[in-house]
């Protein structure tokens, strides 16, 4: 199964960044991420057989609670995808980084590309002439997941809390 790390959206993030979805597809066209599905991914891992070692990386990881604001829409001419942003946020690089040192201890492969923190919302989409613009919104980071993409779906395997200060 395909996994990777990623924050799962509260209801109520996931419906503003419904609504950022729905004024990207005005703009763009394609194909809307189905709301269920919405998530910013962390670290990618690619194809793992056995998810325990993963999962038992993930519960040692100690990293405290944070918030970020969704600031910004963005498009990608490469993979035409659309997407709503991260305003800079130290604490949730942080986050990426100390996934990718457990993962790296422990010899876990992953994609190390250069994280670029974005929610992809519509695929498919053709070039906007403009992006819209948001409200900007916050989301509580209270918790990071471990997901698998299976063909019906994404399944969030794994869920571990962040520690509140
Ligand atoms: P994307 O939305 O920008 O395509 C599941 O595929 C999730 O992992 C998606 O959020 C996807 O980002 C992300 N991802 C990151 N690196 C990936 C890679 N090398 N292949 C596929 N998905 C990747």
Redesign the pocket.
């Known amino acids: 199964m ?1 996994l ?1 790390f990623a924050l799962w959206p509260d209801e109520s993030v996931r419906a503003h960044l419904a609504e950022v979805a729905k004024l990207l597809h005005n703009k763009c066209g394609g194909k809307r991420t189905r709301e269920e599905s919405i ?1 910013l ?1 962390l670290v ?1 891992l690619g194809e793992v057989e056995k998810p325990d070692p993963l999962l038992e990386m993930a519960a040692r990881l100690s990293a405290n609670a944070f918030e970020i604001r969704m600031d910004r829409a963005g498009y990608w001419k490469h993979n035409r ?1 659309a997407w709503a942003g991260v305003a800079e946020s130290p604490e949730l690089a942080g986050l990426v980084a100390s996934l990718q040192a457990a993962l790296k201890a422990d010899g876990f492969e992953y ?1 190390e590309r250069n994280h670029f923190p ?1 929610v ?1 919302l519509v695929r498919k989409a053709g070039e906007p002439k403009a992006l819209p613009d948001f409200d900007a919104f916050s989301w509580q980071v209270s918790e990071f997941c471990l997901v698998g ?1 299976t063909p019906s779906g994404y399944s969030v395997i794994g869920r571990w809390q962040l520690k509140n200060r």
């Open positions: 395909r990777f998530h991914t990618f995808i994609d974005h992809t993409a």
